[in-house]
């Protein structure tokens, strides 16, 4: 199993530090989310920044995802604004073509994004703009991984199953999945979420969560057994990357932890001694 860490969980770090630090740590990958102080998508000279980070990656033997979860890239008042499901959702789905530009230049193994908080009637706005990324990304070779967040309009699986059906089930749609959102809202145990969504897995989040709380917690602070998850996950070829947004006070301390958490965890789902 490779494991990864997020560079949302690294804001206090410029960027080739917080890919030295975690590659130091001994981590298989990074989910890089695109941000103003990260590899910013709608700064100057993108192509030459993205080169720059593709030999980082390469020079600490790291492969990558990209994530979209930049909270106030695109508008500095308001928080992940705009969504697919806004009026005028123009800046963010060029935000999203940056991001799959840039993960086509970087090797990503995926792509993630989600749909913002919205009113069930703009459920159509949502496939449309989806649609839009879809065509996108396949022209780019690009594998995307859609998120189900809690009180967004794709809350949980079902709804991204929901999604996946009116986009016409497009081969390079996958789901990015968040093991502490299952735990959270999902009415099957983690890791029968896991299975549920094997073959459809292209992104894995992960962090610790307590059951109706959408609170990203170290491990060992909620309620996931990961034993189990991890046995779930066997098999499953791609990134699983820690998703602490709201560390980067203590990352270098907290991403050596989790890395030595998940080791043990997935030496006991072999059947080893943790």
Not at 173 to 187: A, K, N, S
Not at 206 to 229: A, K, S
């Amino acid at each position: 199993m490779r494991f990864g860490y997020g560079t949302n969980g690294f804001t206090n770090h410029r960027l080739p530090e917080a890919l030295a630090v975690i590659a130091d740590l001994g981590y298989d990958g990074v989910a890089l989310t695109l941000d103003t102080n990260h590899l910013d998508p709608f700064g100057a000279d993108l192509a030459r920044r993205t080169a720059a980070v593709a030999r980082d990656l390469e020079k600490h033997n790291l492969a990558v995802v990209i994530e979209t979860g930049a909270r106030f890239l695109l508008d500095p008042w308001r928080k992940h604004s705009p969504t697919l499901m806004d009026d005028d959702p123009a800046l963010r789905l060029e935000y999203l073509r940056r991001a799959v530009r840039v993960g086509a230049d970087l090797g990503a193994e995926a792509v993630s994004f989600w749909a913002g908080i919205g009113a069930p009637e703009r459920w159509d706005r949502l496939v449309a703009g989806c649609a839009e990324i879809v065509e996108f990304a396949a022209a780019n070779d690009v594998t995307l991984g859609f998120e189900p967040e809690p009180g967004m309009l794709v809350n949980d699986i079902a709804d991204w199953r929901r999604l996946y059906d009116a986009l016409g089930r497009p081969p390079g749609f996958g789901i990015t999945l968040d093991i502490g959102h299952c735990r959270c809202l999902e009415p099957m145990p983690v890791p029968d979420c896991v299975r549920a969504v094997s073959e459809h897995l292209v992104n894995v989040q992960i962090d610790d969560m307590r059951r109706g709380t959408h609170e990203h917690l170290e491990f060992g602070d909620g309620e996931i057994d990961f034993p189990p998850v991890l046995a779930a996950l066997a098999g499953y070829p791609g990134l699983v990357s820690v998703e602490l947004p709201r560390h980067s006070h203590a990352a270098p301390t907290i991403a050596a932890q989790s890395l030595d958490f998940l080791r043990k965890a997935a030496e006991e789902a072999r059947g080893g001694v943790a």
